[in-house]
């Protein structure tokens, strides 16, 4: 366990002036583990950019499943597909563009950012003129890449950087991008949920889910969000969910690997019964067009069984596990399809992202953390105690304050 938490915010330098040492929370072989554990606050050397990259001063940085993976070191350590001895977790942020490599144009030092997280190689001809999705080298950056967010400094690829949306604070804006934009990509470019069509969606008060139900909603869908408790339901109805079913009133539900006869019918009884309460939602017999999932081993049999004819299944993660058992009978039956998601591409993420400028898509920040408190932070996603998104302060000292000036000004610092 770390010792008691006592690392205070980074000093913000004058502008452009890069420090030869940055503060950091550093995930390392010998202490994999859960959050508490794996988290480390270190001393790190700077990272200098290369071409075509930026250096960016992190304002603060988004809380995604993916730290929690890298520490754990699950389903693969992290560490050895980066070969590097250290690992700095973070794929969102919001920040300062703090100096740029050779070759950087679109942005300039100075430049208040938000960032996507998905790294390719940009030259190959996916990268220029299909999908930088199918990059032989596409990375999620802050985690198959070793200089993420949770540091004074993160290091990117100028291809990553997107405007900041100016009227939010900075925690706000480090807080939606990753699952925001996988989520725009699984409903907009992948299921293509049309107007009057009939989403379900896992975890419709989670980082993924609540961002699935503002999507449904903009593209004119229905939205049926299932949760765990009342608080969650309220978010999702919250951010316009049109029905809610709580999963705790079909006990059984959950799929577990080494099934018994006994067990297969008390869960298809759950199944059964959850089918109904969406027939009773809607107004008739009909089952969701596209299921959003992530939840995987646990609800994707359930997910098969309750599409309905011609549907859509749209899987991005696989929380509960990934060795995913079904009766492909209901899919050929039915016709159904499963599409497979990752996270977006440039032009993707820069579409989703005028859509939070425009006021139309709103991120769902509950919970910001101080730096000192960035394990913490993570425990809290780990054990499922956290709704919407959270989001970690690095350099702006307090939470609501959204430009450099204000957040000089509160931490009472000088510089250029
Ligand atoms: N491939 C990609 O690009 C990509 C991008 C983002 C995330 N992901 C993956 O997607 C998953 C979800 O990410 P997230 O950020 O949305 O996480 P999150 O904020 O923790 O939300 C996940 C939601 O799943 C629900 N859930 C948890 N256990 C469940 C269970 N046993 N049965 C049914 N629902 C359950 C919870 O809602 P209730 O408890 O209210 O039901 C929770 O709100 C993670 O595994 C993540 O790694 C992949």
Redesign the pocket.
Known sequence: MNEPITHAAPTIPPLGEVPAEMDAWVIRKERLGEPLTSFQYEKMKTPEPGPGEALVLVMAAGV???GI?AGLGKPVSILDVTKKDFHIAGSDASGIVWKVGPGVTRYKVGDEVVLHCNVTCGQCPACNGFDPMACEDQK?WGYETPYGSFAQFCLVQSQQLLKKPKQLSWEVAASYG??YF?AYRMLVDRARVRPGELVLI????????IFGVQITKLLGATAIG????KA?GQLAKDAGCDHILD?NDFPGL?FTPNETPERLKARMDATKKMGKAIWDCVGEKKGPDVVFE???Q??FPTSVFLAGRMSRIVI?????GFNLTFDVRHLWMRQKSIIG???ANAEQCQRANELVHQGKIKPVLTETFEFGRIPEAHER?YR?Q??G?IACLVSSPKPGLSTLDEARAAAGSAGG
């Open positions: 995604n499943y993916n993976w999620i990753l699952v996988t896992w975890g419709a008060s989670g980082g993924l889910g299932i949760v765990s408790s969650k999963r959950a992530h939840v995987g646990e609800t991005c993660g696989a929380t509960t998601s990752h996270f996603m499922n956290h709704m998104t």
